[in-house]
Nanobody, 122 residues
Framework: QVQLVESGGGSVHPGGSLRLSCAAS????????MGWFREAPGKERTEIAT???????NLHDSVKGRFTISQDNDQNTLYLQMNSLEPEDTGVYYC????????????????WGQGTQVTVSS
């Protein structure tokens, strides 16, 4: 069974930075397609950053130029570097995984972490 554990959330002022981590266990990271989702207060969970087919990364328009997604296969850990944070970035951030078949990702995310809170306010 794949387990995902997020860490690194917290409270920051606008313009600040945070780095979220997602430690995976139960399988090796290269066998998964990983992603970060955000659930803002009163809103649906939204895909923010993903590593998709052919290990290409994709970012939501609202975070392009500010967030970076990466993974360390030796540490079996996914990261989300968040810079120039804005109040609109506030929410619970979830790490998610779906199986990778060669260079292709499964359609649906199967595994989810428990979430980590990020609050951006002055």
């Amino acid at each position: 069974q794949v387990q995902l554990v997020e860490s690194g959330g917290g409270s920051v002022h606008p313009g600040g930075s945070l780095r979220l981590s997602c430690a995976a266990s139960g399988t090796n990271l290269p066998s998964l397609c990983m992603g970060w989702f955000r659930e803002a207060p009163g809103k649906e969970r939204t895909e923010i950053a993903t590593i998709n087919d052919n290990f290409l990364s994709n970012l939501h328009d609202s975070v392009k130029g500010r967030f970076t997604i990466s993974q360390d296969n030796d540490q079996n850990t996914l990261y989300l570097q968040m810079n120039s944070l804005e109040p609109e970035d506030t929410g619970v951030y979830y790490c998610a995984a779906r199986w990778r078949f060669g260079s292709t990702c499964a359609t649906s995310y199967k595994f989810w972490g428990q979430g980590t809170q990020v609050t951006v306010s002055s």
